[in-house]
Nanobody
């Protein structure tokens, strides 16, 4: 079992930045591919970014590529999502997810085994 707790969300103006953190516990964090997903009001949960266990491979949704950066610190059992140049359409509940092994190209929610509770990010125009 892996427990995931997100932090760092909040309200920011368009063009601003936020960094989300996801602290993991319960299993060997470095064995897990980590992903970030988001769900806007009335929308399906969608893939944002993922990173392999070593941090050597990352993948981004087209909508955030060039603005968001995913990274991880295995010594701290934490994965981060640095979000720059935020837009109102980035407003959503952001979820951290984990799966044992796998590729950073795993973009489907069903491929992840563990989920955090989500944290709100609101971008005002």
């Amino acid at each position: 079992q892996v427990q995931l707790i997100e932090s760092g969300g909040g309200l920011v103006q368009a063009g601003g930045s936020l960094t989300l953190s996801c602290a993991a516990s319960g299993r060997t964090f470095s064995n897990y591919t980590m992903g970030w997903f988001r769900q806007g009001r009335g929308k399906e949960r969608e893939f944002v970014a993922a990173i392999t266990w070593s941090g050597g491979s990352t993948y981004y949704a087209d909508s955030v590529a060039g603005r968001f950066t995913i990274s991880r610190d295995n010594a701290r059992n934490t994965v981060y999502l640095q979000m720059n140049s935020l837009k109102p359409e980035d407003t959503a509940l952001y979820y951290c997810a984990a799966r044992y092994g796998g590729s950073a190209y795993y973009t489907a929610t069903g491929l992840y085994d563990y989920w955090g509770q989500g944290i709100q990010v609101t971008v005002s125009s």
